[in-house]
């Protein structure tokens, strides 16, 4: 086994670490929705409209200040905001991958003095690199391969989001933690700028150092000033600007329920399935605790804590385990720290210096290879969605310009490049839905999508509302929409043909002078999303017997479902049926714009030419680009 290695071997081997991790990051290189929100907040603030979402709108939707002011002053030099973005993760990778190394040569230290070395701490921290028993250099280097070789950690590492930055901050707070607890106390600060949970990292870390450090309340209390002094400035500006010590999105998402513990422990499960050995990587901090030193007992505290939070808020609402990524790296370091413990019990021969060995190439095997296929699937559906949501922007914007009000509820993308007025249905950025979410008798939803209120949404008065499935509504805040009369009576299917694609949204004809009113019996809702599946997967039979089972239950002013009947008769070659449902759709409400295209071409085929042109000129009111859509 090699001796204890020159500065030289580490900084080469820390760099193939870093590269594998830089080519891994860039196999998995995309831009998640969700950074879109962030890009938002810096456009509107070095445009010089505030740090807002929504011009005139001073609503914190975001929970990362610090990286919105790093991308924020970059993109103010005139880099683009994206690629800066990419870059500023990356690096931040590579810094995760050295400071996991740092960290791992102080807990791995230890074991030189237990072998009776002596010497102040100090000096062994000075040096530490040069003082980690062979072969402890090498087990130490296992935690940074392991995070190089991990998807999630590259996947998250290219997203566009701070999740990356905040791991190094973290890992920053832990190292200085062993080396300076001063600086321990700027770095938890600055990681809270980043994200909120560095709070809770400073509470573990300051925790450990009253309980298990034994250190003065009086030092512990000082401590605790200094972490609030750093950031009183924060809070105040918080506070004054947008006048809630917490951020919109705490409202919106968070909550403490039974629903919440069991969505959580199903995202710790598929965790632990995909990089936790299915478990046994955290039965390792229990077997190290009492090896790790006081000093070193932190990191555990840390995992189990930190773990035990994300179970507590549910989890998370973006796939591939972006909440687990500042648990990970220590993770691996207690796993590396196992190693090195086996390794010495076994010591001599080569079964004692391979098993170990193999151990670590197996699970390096596994932490790249095993959830692969699941995580490039994500990643295929996140490009699919930011890729549609441009394109669905570009198409608004080039129709309606900028100056108009869009409610949806996937809201990244599609803000940022219309830049138009966004109305989150889920509330990430409207405070009013997030403190009062609407309870709909019948509307099922899940804790990540019961913040929607249907009525103050259409009170907005909206000009575009958008679903994420096109026509079809699929979340609750979508099906619950379906019950508001203005809803139904004020807004109408607008179509944007592109190829062999029909492009919806429901676009609000004017002001609406009546009473909004709540239809009781949600039933409807259900059936018509089954009849537009059923259509969409071109079951034409069985969606036609679902639209005569949605005339029973539905609203008399239900028009839509009409033209829909017209349309899938149409598709399925019946034309006296497609004429006669779109004539019931248009005497229900003459801007049943598919209704007037049917009726349209069946006039032209027939000769009719003055009902051709009634219906011609009704399409260029309500909906000209229907027009260029081409019958089969």
């Not at 505030?50 to 990286?67: D, I, M």
């Not at 740092?102 to 102040?120: A, C, M, R, Y």
């Not at 607008?494 to 002001?511: A, C, Q, S, T, V």
């Not at 009726?599 to 027939?606: G, I, P, T, V, Y």
Request: proline fraction near 4%.
């Amino acid at each position: 086994m090699p001796g204890e290695p020159n500065g030289a071997k580490i900084v080469i081997a820390l760099l193939v670490i870093m590269v594998i991790f830089v080519i891994h990051s860039q196999s998995m290189d995309f831009i998640q929705d969700d950074a879109f929100i962030s890009f938002r907040y810096v456009q509107n603030f070095i445009n010089g409209r505030g740090l807002v979402f929504n011009p005139g709108e001073r609503v914190e939707g975001y929970t990362n200040f610090l990286w919105i002011m790093l991308l924020a002053l970059f993109t103010r030099l005139g880099l683009d905001v994206i690629l800066i973005s990419k870059l500023l993760g990356v690096a931040s990778g590579c810094a995760t991958l050295f400071l996991l190394y740092k960290i791992s040569t102080f807990v791995f230290l230890k074991e030189k003095e237990s072998k009776g070395h002596t010497g102040s701490s100090k000096s062994h921290a000075a040096n530490q690199s040069q003082k980690v028993i062979a072969p402890g250099w090498l087990f130490a280097l296992a935690p940074p391969l392991l995070l190089a070789l991990n998807g999630s950690f590259a996947y998250w590492s290219t997203s566009g989001l701070e999740t990356t930055f905040f791991t190094v901050m973290v890992l920053l707070a832990v190292y200085a933690y062993f080396t300076d607890e001063k600086l321990a106390i700027v770095f938890a600060a600055i990681s809270s700028l980043i994200r909120p949970e560095g709070v809770l990292i400073f509470a573990i870390i300051m925790a450990h150092k009253f309980l298990f450090q034994r250190d003065s309340f009086k030092h512990c209390l000082s401590h605790v000033v200094g972490f609030i002094v750093l950031l009183l400035p924060f809070l105040l500006f918080k506070t004054t600007y947008y006048g809630d010590l917490l951020p919109n999105p705490f409202y919106a998402k968070t909550g403490f329920s039974a629903e919440y513990w069991m969505t959580g422990l199903s995202y710790f499960w598929l965790f632990v399935k995909h990089y936790g050995l299915w478990g046994a990587l955290y039965v390792i901090p229990l077997v190290t605790y009492r090896h790790l030193g006081v000093k070193g007992r932190v990191i555990p505290q840390l995992v189990f804590l930190y773990t035990f939070y994300i179970i507590l808020m549910g989890g998370d609402v973006l796939q591939a385990h972006r909440f687990f990524q500042p648990v990970l790296p220590f993770l691996y370091l207690l796993f590396g720290y196992a190693l090195l413990k086996f390794f010495l019990k076994l010591k001599r021969g080569f079964t004692g210096r391979a098993i170990p060995i193999f151990l670590l190439v197996v699970f390096s095997a596994l932490t790249f290879l095993l959830p692969r296929t699941w995580l490039l699937n994500v990643r295929r559906l996140e490009v699919g969605l930011c890729q549609k949501m441009a394109f669905k922007a570009r198409i608004l914007r080039e129709t309606f310009g900028s100056n108009f009000t869009l409610a949806v509820s996937t809201i990244g993308a599609i803000s940022y490049y219309t830049g138009a007025k966004v109305i989150d249905m889920l509330g990430l950025t409207d405070p009013y839905i997030a403190k009062h979410p609407e309870r709909v008798p019948g509307i099922v939803s899940t804790w990540k999508e019961k913040r929607f209120n249907t009525r103050y949404l259409l009170s907005q008065n909206p000009d575009v509302i958008m679903f994420s499935t096109g026509a079809k509504p699929s979340a609750p805040a979508e099906r619950a929409l379906y019950l508001n009369s203005k809803f139904r009576n004020n807004y109408y299917h607008y179509y944007f043909p592109i190829d062999n694609f029909l492009l919806n949204i429901f676009r609000r004809k004017g002001e609406y002078p009546h009473e909004n009113r709540l239809f009781a019996d949600a039933r409807f809702v259900n059936v018509y999303n089954e009849a537009l599946n059923l259509e969409n997967n071109h079951q034409f039979l069985a969606a036609a017997k679902k639209f005569e089972d949605l005339f029973l239950v539905a609203p008399p002013d239900f028009s839509w479902a009409y033209d829909n009947m017209a349309f899938l008769q149409w598709q399925m070659g019946d034309i006296e049926e497609a004429r006669k449902y779109a004539r019931r759709a248009i005497e229900m409400d003459n801007y049943c714009a598919m209704s007037h295209f049917i009726l349209h071409r069946f006039s032209m085929a027939e000769g009719d030419t003055l009902a051709a042109q009634h219906h011609r000129k009704e399409i260029l009111r309500i909906n000209p680009e229907l027009l260029n859509m081409k019958l089969r």
